[in-house]
């Protein structure tokens, strides 16, 4: 602390500080908590940055949150204050969303942001695991008639501000020799309209979100998402740096998602699983308390998220599956064990 | 006029001769070619009842949905239970409009009133003691929007009074301070000042301090349309002689008091269109809160086009969204047109 004074008011300075720092010590001696999972605990919620898109986050019949990353969201919730519903979701738009997570504006963004090294490094943000796996497309007409992103020569193309995706097409259409005009387009109804009003002849984006936009369309199927993935968008949540703390339990509570559905562990069947016999369950579960005390977390913290939430493929198929509007199939967000790509590190 | 005059005149004006005819024939036939389609999505093909299914297989507009997403269309985040209380401070924000536009409630007791009404709507979004707690960040929809409407004019007109009297001091510095604040401001797109509020203002806080996203907001707000306000007022000002405060003096009033009593309600008067213009400018405007992720009216009919069950209903939420804006705007011209009568009449004496 910088400040002036007689030494008088230096010992009481001292003297509080030296009381506030024992009453921290004594009352958790596990929390090494940096700067943001502090002011968590302070505040008593998490601050969280969403976007605005079908079945990722969008309000429900009641007004609530729901979706595939408010649901990570009430998970990390679990872990840190062991409460689902102590968090809060502060809508972001995606030009303004990593600005605002590093002004402070919220704890961590779960809008989907894809991991890069830019990001990673100089722009100082943190990635937690990758809880989504996608890739760029291109959604054109079918009466253009045009089969690979290659025959785009020429083309128009609507791209959304702030995405990644603004490099990528250029650096497809690059590659390729060929030329293109972007069109960027801010709000995501518009960007539709767009391709409808034939103001842009293909749209690029995340897969999984021209995925949806399709259904919107009026005509679906005069639509066709091209097979190719001109890019790579493994999406996770991120923080900024200077709380390691804060991001062990945002890669945790994820990895808790995972790992249950490898064990095969459901909200369902959870109870019965506290039975079982393997430790490598007992552990996880928090049955044997010892690796959950060891890491500073509630033991108990993956059986509660499982519980409230399920497992990582009950939460997919709950907000994004092929059942749901949305109607997505896992593709790489399966497993290891089935061919996917979703690895959770051992829980010991 | 008698009525029966008043259509044979519109008949001449439209029909008389045959150009008029053939003219007013074409647009008439023009309008028909523009208006049909409209009409027919809006109402003859829409679908009023049912869900997302039953409106997928019509090809109007399907108003079942704003029927099942009002309350959100309406209130946002606001919690579901408590949509009572943000109904109730609707209704108690409309009062305030309705009080601060009628000339019989201007009186010095109409500010704190307005201060009283203000906070009994924050009180009543917020929750008081023993009412459950709702934070800001889950105020939403046609109260948020209203509310920052009317707290950005009552404070940002203040402010910009201030700055329109320094900007015609006497004394060198208030006047040039002030001339800088306005110019730089109205230099300034106003999204550029939100996002300064919401990405600057955090950091330049002290740590540790966290302020209201919505106050910063609404401060941002305020303090832009001071500028407007101000450079209003100004002219205002300049357009009356120098000889009414120099009359007002020479009767013995101060020089507030001169300012208060003469000068300002001439002033005041004489801009009210521009003012009127302006309130307008600032509703619409309460909209650009969505860049910081602020759920006002249009935001909100925006996020519940997103609801899965009711996927992708753009034209109909913002169709409904702009219905709410015109009524509230073309109100707010009818009542400029009005008022200016009124203020007209008053100032000839016949009251």
Redesign the interface.
Known sequence: MVGRGSPTVWTVRGLVATVLLLATALVSSAAKAGPTLDAIHK?GFIKA?VG????FF????????QGFWIDIGRAIAITALGDPEKI?F????PQ?RL??LK???FDILLSGATQTITRATQQGFHFGPVAFYDGQGLLVPKAAGVSSGKDLDGATVCIQTGTTGEQNIADFFRKNGATFKPLTIE?T?EF?KALEANRCDALTQDGSDLG?KR??LRNPDDYVLLPERISKEPLAPAVRWGDDRWLELVNWSVYALIQAEEFGITSANVDQFLENPDPSIRRFLGVDASVGTAAGVDPKFAYKIVKTLGNYGEVFDRNVGPE???GFERGLNRLWTQGGLLYAPPFR | MSEDGLIRRLWAGLFGGWANAALTSALLVGAWFALEPIIRWALIDATWTGDAKACAEQDGACWAFVG??L??IL??????DEHWRAAAALALLLTLLVLLATPRFWSAWLAPLSLVLLAGACVLLGGWPGATDV?S?QWGGLPLSLLVTIASLSLGFPIGLALALGRRSDLPVPRWLCAAYIELVRGTPLIAVL?LA???M??ALPPGI?LD?LVRGLIAMALFFAAYFAEIIRAGLQGLPDSQTEAALALGFSRIGALRHVVLPQALRAVMPALVTLAIGVLQSTTLL??????DLL?AS????????W??F?DEA?AFAALIYFALCFGASRYGVWLEKRLNRASEGVR
């Open positions: 505040r940055g605005s898109q079908p079945g969008a309000p429900d019949g009641a007004g609530r949150w809060e502060v809508s972001s738009s303004q600005p605002a002004s402070g504006e709000d109804g539709l949806i259904t919107q749901t509007r949305i | 099942a997403k309350r959100f209130f946002a985040f606001y919690p579901f934070p960040s996002y919401m990405l600057a955090p950091l966290e996203k969505a860049a910081i992720g602020i759920f935001n925006r996020a519940a086009a997103n609801d899965p069950a996927l992708g753009y913002y």
